[in-house]
């Protein structure tokens, strides 16, 4: 099963506005990640936010992270063509040597010009 | 520098045969790790490699297996396809996975 799952799973704006998606998961956490793909091809990693972190920007991306509601949210703002595609949260368990990353099943956003 | 490269872009078998997917890490990275992206839906976790021993592995059944080569290139072996083995599937590697994974451009699966 998928340990993240990213709300809304589909979503539309307009260019110059924000866009806003969500991600919870199940278990304990060593970091959290989040992923851009493109068009079916390959993922870009865009963000990581450790569970000791609240919060975390990078150029037009706002990540925050809630370890007591196991949450996180995405926020792109300015949005422009080029941001259209799907992104995927991503989860690295903690305690263990399972270095794998569970990803949710993505939120596809959709910027109008 | 070059990034994560995947051969072939497209495969097509049809059912019943075997087909064999091949990845070539970031120079410097001794983790390999397969997913497996069906039509529309999230990234399933098939298989993890690092310095040639297989570390992880998702639930998966056995007719998907691969190695990790000394050069830390790696195949994904799929024995015995099924139509629902169509999918994208894509290659990452990393040399600590607790900073992020660098993913190939995949390859696309087509069972007939």
């Known amino acids: 099963s998928q340990q993240g799952e990213e709300d809304p799973q589909a979503l539309s704006i307009q260019e110059g506005e924000n866009a806003t998606m969500n991600c919870s998961y199940k278990?304990?956490?060593?970091?959290l990640q989040w992923y851009r793909q493109n068009s079916g091809r390959g993922l870009v990693h865009l963000i990581l936010i450790r569970s000791n972190e609240r919060e975390k920007h990078s150029g037009r991306l706002r990540v925050t992270l809630d370890t007591s509601k196991k949450s996180s949210s995405l926020l792109i703002t300015a949005s422009r063509a080029a941001d259209t595609a799907s992104y995927f949260c991503a989860t690295v368990g903690r305690g263990s040597n399972d270095y794998k990353l569970s990803f949710g099943a993505g939120t596809t956003v959709t910027v109008r010009a | 520098e070059a990034g994560v490269t995947q051969s072939p872009t497209h495969l097509i078998k049809t059912r019943g045969q075997q087909a064999t997917l091949r990845c070539s890490p970031i120079?410097?990275?001794?983790?390999v790790y397969w997913y497996q992206q069906a039509l529309g839906l999230g990234l399933q976790f098939l298989l993890w490699?690092?310095?040639?021993?297989?570390?992880n592995r998702g639930n998966f059944p056995p007719r998907f297996s691969g190695r990790q080569f000394p050069n830390y290139s790696s195949e994904l072996n799929v024995n015995a396809l099924e139509l629902e083995d169509s999918a994208l599937y894509l290659c990452?590697?990393?040399?600590?996975?607790?900073?992020?994974?660098?993913f190939g451009a995949g390859t696309r699966l087509s069972v007939l």
């Open positions: 490699y690092d310095e040639g021993e297989e570390r």
């Open positions: 990452a590697s990393s040399w600590d996975a607790l900073a992020g994974l660098y």
């Open positions: 278990t304990s956490i060593n970091n």
């Open positions: 120079s410097g990275h001794t983790s």
